[in-house]
């Protein structure tokens, strides 16, 4: 009942039939068009042994015959569709002596192709895969970082010396290092 397509991008219009009484030259076809907003109702399509698309009105050369007969398709397809071919598209199959017959409507919606970010299943998995690995992988030498980090300040004789151990440095410098060993030992961890 309703079919959205994209400006500029082929749609379908399905019908499908079934008959009592075998298919002959007798059967007809007929596509109709309601505009969404008011106007009137106009035929666009017509089959009888072959197709006859419009040739005139707004969807003159834009109608194409897509269906079968033989397997009770009567679908057209429009080329290009614009904003201004909203409406309902009615198909009418009448195969004689059958009298009765269902008449489809299709609500024609087209819009504008959005931006959207549109994943590939290989763009998908790619990012499946990747992102994880990433992390992982950061994680891995985070931890490595601080094992070792952890690891020199160990062996290292630390930041305090004893009483009786003379130092070749300024006062100031033994705290400024310390400090600076701590502030390298931080950054490392982070």
Partial sequence: ???????????????SFKSSSPITESLTIDWTYRPATSG????????????????????????????????????????????SDNGTFICSVKNPPDTYHNIPQTMLIVTERGLSFQLTSAALLSILVFLPSVIVVTLLLVRMGRKFGVLKE?????????????????????????LGKLRNWCLNCV
């Fill in 40 to 83: 009137q109702m106009e035929t666009i399509f017509h089959y009888q042994s072959v197709p006859y698309p419009t040739t005139v009105g707004k969807f003159k050369d834009r109608i194409s015959w897509v269906g079968n007969v033989a397997k009770g398709d009567a679908s057209i397809a429009i080329q290009s569709p614009v904003m």
């Fill in 154 to 178: 160990k062996k290292k004789s630390g930041c305090k010396k004893s009483s009786i151990e003379v130092s070749d440095e300024p006062e100031g410098t033994e705290t400024d290092s310390c």
């Fill in 1 to 15: 009942p309703k079919v959205r397509a994209f400006i500029g991008e082929q749609v379908s219009l399905k019908c």
